[in-house]
């Protein structure tokens, strides 16, 4: 199945209509002339519109409080939409803010659909879009097979070329870390309860997991307000205190990654 740039299809899903069309102008400066950017503002519009001959997308930003917190429920049938109208599988994205679903909730929505990008508010709406075009239209520029390299040659990798990206670390304890690059700056991470620098070096003290690359930087938290060169050797000296201070472990086990190659970092 291919992906035609001619007919490019983008839903907004959310009941913030002003909000949407504050995205829905700014990404049609950045897609192809022709892409249709439709707003529908409940889970039973977009279903309805799903059972139509033309209901499919190329891809959807779907936010976690359509209908107090239904809107995780489109993704299957937006994935089911495609496949019957012989496309192929659609970018999914996920917008929560401050209050809309807790920690819990959200971290057990992205791992049952691994595919949806996770989008935080506050963000840039330049940054959202670019996100959006990047899944859509994608460069050949980057390789997906990150399979046992480290955080740390992702981060130098995104940021010598000065490029935005999200990373998300998957730990072998059930928990989802983010780290955010804009324009090849380190400016966000966290994981658990611990944002900023506390949770880039616990990420990366990490040996195992599994790790998940997203091109754009999905929100405008900025928790590292230190140069990047600056944050790496300070979070490198602080690793290596630990594990000169430690006693050597047992190795926690290996986690599968895709196709069921082992994966570390």
């Not at 309805?48 to 499919?56: F, H, N, P, Q, V």
């Not at 195992?208 to 979070?235: F, N, S, V, W, Y």
């Amino acid at each position: 199945m291919v992906r035609h740039t001619r007919d490019l299809k983008v839903l907004l899903a959310a009941d913030s209509l002003q909000e949407s069309e504050t995205i829905r102008s700014t990404l049609k400066n950045h897609v192809p002339r022709g892409t249709k950017v439709e707003i529908l503002a409940s889970v039973a519009a977009v279903r309805e519109r799903l059972a139509s001959d033309t209901g499919w997308y190329d891809a959807a930003l779907v936010a976690w409080d359509l209908d107090d917190g239904q809107g995780y429920q489109l993704f299957p049938p937006l994935r089911a939409a495609c496949k019957n109208n012989g496309r192929t599988a659609p970018s999914l994205f996920l917008v929560t803010g401050h209050g809309q679903g807790s920690p819990e909730e959200v971290t057990g929505v992205l791992r049952q659909h691994p595919d949806v990008v996770l989008i935080e508010k506050p963000y840039f709406v330049e940054d959202v879009c670019s996100t959006v075009v990047e899944a859509i239209l994608p460069r050949s520029l980057d390789s997906d097979g990150y399979y046992g390299l480290r955080l740390v040659d992702l981060i130098q990798a995104y940021t010598l070329p000065r490029r935005s990206a999200t990373l998300r670390i998957f730990t072998p304890d059930g928990r989802i870390g983010v780290v955010a690059l804009r324009e090849g700056h380190l400016v966000h991470a966290t994981i658990g309860a611990e944002q900023g620098l506390e949770a880039l070096g616990e990420l990366m003290a990490t040996r195992r997991g599994r790790i998940r690359l997203d091109r754009g930087c999905t929100t405008a938290l900025r928790t590292i307000k230190i140069p990047t060169e600056q944050a790496l050797i300070h979070i490198a000296r602080y690793i290596d205190e630990v594990e000169r201070d430690s006693l050597i472990e047992d190795t926690p086990p290996d986690i599968e990654g895709e196709n069921g190659r082992k994966t570390g970092y």
